[in-house]
């Protein structure tokens, strides 16, 4: 009698064990992340030392995952968490001027991702029925927090409210087809689309109305052949990513020619596959490359002063970098497409070596 307790005892324990390890293993699988500290570097630089530093690497940006999570049950027990909403196809990005918001277009996706630095929340923008994107393309925020975005096949340019209700749609009457780059300059009233089979860019002012366009396809200065995205300086001037061309080009707030430079090879100052394009506070202009898998530096004459990046995944390595913006304190923001992220960097100036040190996974750029 008591043997046959002893072995119905270890049986009940056996058993008991292997439900506790198919649980176990059913809950942890159910999960899309192991529990891993994002690590970022601490000290990564262009130029290496002993050059004067130029451009720092600040972070990088997945998703929710960026963020901790204190309240799973999940995360407790089995030492997994959940990593929530992620970048899947991302192109455009764009933060507010305080920054405590940025935006992420996402074509898979088909929407707007918003990485919320303040609360530590990463969520879709929720837009109304009249606000459906069909293919998201570039983003950006003006003073008052509206969002704008293009919707390359939709053929138009959405404006949102900061709360995702739809302002205005534009482009539609104004034969908009493929709008893919934007632009905003609030000092001379001006909204910047390119229209990358029209080969022009359409101009806009913050009611809606439209204004002009200008250039037509071609490889004379002057003309564009696929134009993709824009830029604008504190001067209103408009940086253009001539993508079929393989060069940037410069035009007036009125579309007036003024300058171009780059040209197709795999050399230094040479385009392959130009995408985003940004200026900084000193007039550098900052252009991506698609295929080289970095951003060149140049300054406002055309001259090459830097590039930053290689293919990779690795911090300061790209895969098929979209878009870019920099805000007003020099903070670079990169669509890194195919890594699935948005990296930061920080452009130093004279005296600012030990500026834009890494920043804590809840915190907001400064």
Not at 118 to 130: C, F, H, I, P, R
Not at 297 to 322: C, D, H, K, Y
Request: proline share 5%; aromatic share 10%; glycine share 10%.
């Amino acid at each position: 009698m008591s043997r046959s307790t002893s072995c119905f005892q270890r049986c009940h324990i056996l058993l008991a064990t292997l439900l506790f390890l198919i649980t176990a293993v059913g809950l942890t699988g159910c999960s899309t992340e192991p529990k891993k500290a994002l690590e970022e570097p601490k000290n990564l630089v262009w130029p290496m030392p002993p050059d004067q530093p130029r451009i720092r690497y600040i972070k990088s940006y997945y998703g929710q995952k960026n963020f901790k999570k204190k309240d799973d049950f999940r995360d407790a027990l089995f030492g997994v968490e959940q990593s929530g909403l992620s970048l899947a196809k991302p192109y455009g990005v764009a933060v507010t001027a305080d920054g405590s918001r940025m935006y992420v277009t996402d074509a898979k996706l088909r929407g707007v991702v918003v990485f919320d630095l303040e609360k530590g929340k990463v969520s879709m923008l929720k837009t109304d029925a009249m606000g459906g994107l069909a293919s998201p393309v570039e983003v950006r925020v003006d003073s008052k927090g509206r969002i704008y975005v293009t919707d390359s096949f939709g053929g138009k340019l959405m404006v949102y409210k900061p709360n995702g209700e739809t302002l205005r749609s534009m482009g539609g009457a104004d034969g908009m087809k493929r709008p893919t780059g934007l632009a905003l300059d609030e000092a001379h009233n001006r909204i910047y689309v390119s229209d990358v089979v029209s080969h022009q860019i359409m101009v806009y002012d913050f009611e809606g109305n439209f204004i002009k366009r200008f250039a037509e396809r071609g490889s004379d200065p002057g003309y564009l052949n696929f134009p993709n995205n824009l830029a604008v300086d504190r001067d209103g001037k408009v940086y253009v990513t001539d993508g079929g061309n393989f060069r940037v080009q410069v035009f007036s707030p009125e579309g007036e020619y003024i300058s171009s430079f780059g040209k197709l090879g795999d050399g230094y100052g040479s385009f392959a596959r130009p995408k985003g394009i940004g200026v900084d506070s000193d007039n550098n202009i900052y252009v991506l490359d698609a295929a080289f898998g970095n951003y060149q530096i140049f300054n406002s004459g055309g001259q090459l002063l830097l590039f930053v990046g290689s293919v990779g995944r690795e911090a300061g390595m790209f895969w098929l970098p979209a878009g870019m913006y920099i805000d007003a304190n020099d903070k670079i923001y990169v669509v890194d497409s195919l890594n699935k992220r948005v990296q930061v960097f920080q452009y130093l100036k004279d005296g600012e070596a030990e500026k834009a040190a890494p920043l804590d996974d809840t915190s907001k750029p400064k």
